[in-house]
């Protein structure tokens, strides 16, 4: 993913300056012992809670890609993510193929988002992840405009199959490098059960959890 989007950038901007950069990220610092926890296509009415009592005996904090529709129904939820100080990114606001949309429309679907969060008294978002991690020149001139960084991930925990804890937590405990963004998706009962293992052992091996917004190198590419 991130030697697809490098080179992406490349063909279609030329080398990547800092200016160029600071649009898209998919890892951090390799030489910085921390990764991030994301959540896709919450919140979700069922399992959200468990979640957020899964990391809070950690202080850990994760960064949860909120789908507007879904924080416009289930505000008190969005709330609560907030309360408990995870941060809260874009994930637009019906979950389409963004790629697919003209400029104006994947504005738009990031401003709902927002608008959404705004109206429960939170802030704007700094991060948009579209949907399947699709991306074209379209959403990164959406982006340039609206001042967001594009936020992808660098290991993908596949949560979203089915899969049981133990080969969720398998996975990421055999392939998780330094500055990884790691991928899992809330109202997922097994991500919440991976948890605690995936935390432990990390932890033992010197690992960090950040937010996105505090990943070391944020916005570099």
């Not at 200016?19 to 030489?31: D, L, T, V, W």
């Not at 991030?36 to 949860?64: E, S």
């Not at 340039?144 to 660098?154: A, D």
């Not at 996975?171 to 963004?181: A, P, Q, R, T």
């Amino acid at each position: 993913m991130l030697l697809s989007l490098t080179l992406f950038l490349v063909i279609e901007w030329g080398t990547l300056s800092d200016e160029r950069s600071k649009y898209g990220i998919a890892s951090g610092n390799p030489f910085v012992r921390e990764v991030v926890l994301t959540f896709d296509d919450g919140p979700r009415q069922d399992n959200m809670q468990p979640i957020i009592a899964a990391l809070k005996p950690y202080n850990v904090y994760a960064t949860f890609f909120l789908v507007g529709k879904f924080a416009e129904r289930y505000g008190n939820i969005t709330l609560m993510l907030a309360r408990a100080g995870h941060e809260l990114a874009n994930h637009s606001y019906t979950h389409p193929r963004l790629y697919k949309l003209w400029v104006e429309k994947i504005m738009r679907e990031a401003e709902r988002c927002d608008e959404v969060l705004e109206a429960l008294g939170l802030r704007k978002t700094r991060f948009l992840r579209p949907p399947g991690g699709h991306f074209n020149m379209k959403i990164f001139n959406a982006m340039r405009r609206m001042n967001l960084c594009m936020g992808l991930w660098s290991l993908n925990t596949a949560d979203y199959t089915g899969r049981p804890a133990e080969e969720i937590s398998r996975l990421v405990l055999s392939s998780v490098k330094n500055g990884d963004i790691i991928l899992m998706h809330s109202g997922m009962p097994e991500s919440v059960k991976a948890l605690p293992v995936i935390i432990e052992n990390l932890r033992e091996r010197g690992f960090n959890f950040v937010r996105l917004e505090e990943l070391r190198d944020n916005g570099r590419i």
